[in-house]
């Protein structure tokens, strides 16, 4: 499965903040980190899972659809095979 491949989890996170027109700074308040932490998350492709949601919660985000999706693809794709 190439899962790891096709999502850069760091850079849908970023995405999502300029979307919701929120700052950096804004997220490190809700997050209870510094800035400096996020810069290194958004880099990463992969983070924790319990990360992951409270990404989710407070960005009202499912970022957990990407992988739900991306396993359905895939496992369509070696159905048909």
């Known amino acids: 499965m190439q899962m790891e491949e096709e ?16 700052t950096v700074a804004w997220l490190a308040r809700q997050m209870g980190c510094d800035r400096s932490r996020l810069y290194l998350i958004f880099k990463n492709q992969h983070i924790d899972t319990e990360l992951l949601l409270k990404f989710a919660e407070i960005l009202h985000y499912d970022f957990f659809a990407h992988y739900s999706s991306l396993l359905a693809e895939n496992q369509s794709v070696t159905e048909n095979v």
């Open 7 to 22: 999502i850069h989890i760091g850079k849908l996170i970023r995405r999502k903040l300029k979307e919701e027109e929120r």
